[in-house]
Structures are given as structure tokens and as C-alpha cells.
């Protein structure tokens, strides 16, 4: 627990759930996901500095990443470019089942003593698939955590939904 400015207490944590939406069934969208030419293609397109596909195992039943990219410091908000004095480097781990369709993610941000984990589902609707990211970002500094993580929840949002919009055309071009 942190005291805030008005003498309240906080737990340092915010809570993150956002849906995307694919007319893709599940099959095909995981597929992608856990796909190396995907993941470099993808990074390519939305990773911003110096992006790097860092690491990347796969199994029978499991597919492992880690991903970094880069945010230079002149896109950030003042706070953030304040904290960092320079720009943001993101490592992203995924863990990804096949059975259900289900996975794990982890974020750190350098120069930022927090963290984003959470769980990822993907499943079949009647007009194709649903990702759901349920998690939370925590962000160890008083006062200043809350609004970092609120834009980090934020920025994560975004990312996401480019994220979808750009696994929609990568398998249109596939079809």
C-alpha cells in the first residue's frame, strides 16, 4: 500500500481487460500468433526501435516468445519521458497453450520499476474469434505510479488493437 497526494492509500496496481475481435476462427489467429514469420512481420510493421524477436521455443503443446521493441522518447507522454530521460525499450514474454487457446504475458519497460502480467484466451464467437488480455500493471513509484500506469494501460490498448488490425490483413494476405 502507497499514501496518494490526499492521504489515501493505494495498492499500486491497476487492472487491464480488452477484447479484440477477428472474423478469423480461433485456429487461424493462434496459428498466427505463435508463428515466427508473424511475429518478425509484426514487429516489423509495429515495433518501433531497434524491434528484436529475442527468443522463441515451441513444443508439441507450447510456444514461448520474448519480443523487445522500442518507443523513442519523443513519442512518450512528458511523465514518462521525464522518468526515463531517454527512450522506452519494452521485453514482452508470451507463453501460449494450443489446448484452449490460452497463454500467459509479462512486460517490463526500462527505467520503470514495474510490470504488466497477465493471462491471454482466445476463442471462437459466432462471427469468428475474441482475445481477451486480463491482467494488471503495477508500477512501484509513489505518487507518480498511478498515472504511469494508467497510461501504460492505455498505451497497451492501442497496441492491441494494432496489433489485431494487423493479424487481420497478414492472413487476408495468406488466404
Do not use: C
Request: aromatic residues 4%.
Amino acid at each position: 500500500m502507497v499514501t496518494t497526494e490526499n492521504g489515501s492509500l493505494r495498492d499500486m496496481a491497476r487492472r487491464i481487460e480488452h477484447r479484440t475481435t477477428s472474423r478469423r476462427p480461433a485456429r487461424d489467429v493462434y496459428a498466427a500468433l505463435v508463428d515466427q514469420t508473424y511475429l518478425r512481420d509484426r514487429l516489423a510493421e509495429l515495433g518501433g526501435t531497434n524491434p528484436e524477436l529475442v527468443a522463441f521455443t515451441t513444443t508439441d503443446q507450447t510456444t514461448s516468445y520474448q519480443l523487445r521493441q522500442g518507443v523513442p522518447a519523443d513519442k512518450l507522454p512528458s511523465v514518462a519521458r521525464g522518468l526515463l530521460g531517454g527512450d522506452l525499450v519494452i521485453d514482452r514474454a508470451e507463453s501460449w497453450t494450443e489446448a484452449g487457446y490460452a497463454g500467459t504475458v509479462e512486460v517490463t519497460l526500462n527505467g520503470v520499476p514495474g510490470r504488466l502480467d497477465g493471462t491471454i484466451t482466445l476463442a471462437d464467437t459466432a462471427s469468428g474469434s475474441e482475445l481477451t488480455l486480463t491482467g494488471q500493471v503495477k508500477v512501484g513509484i509513489p505518487i507518480m505510479g498511478g498515472k504511469l500506469e494508467a497510461m501504460i494501460a492505455e498505451q497497451v490498448a492501442l497496441l492491441l488493437d494494432k496489433e489485431a488490425e494487423f493479424t487481420t490483413e497478414w492472413l487476408a494476405r495468406r488466404a
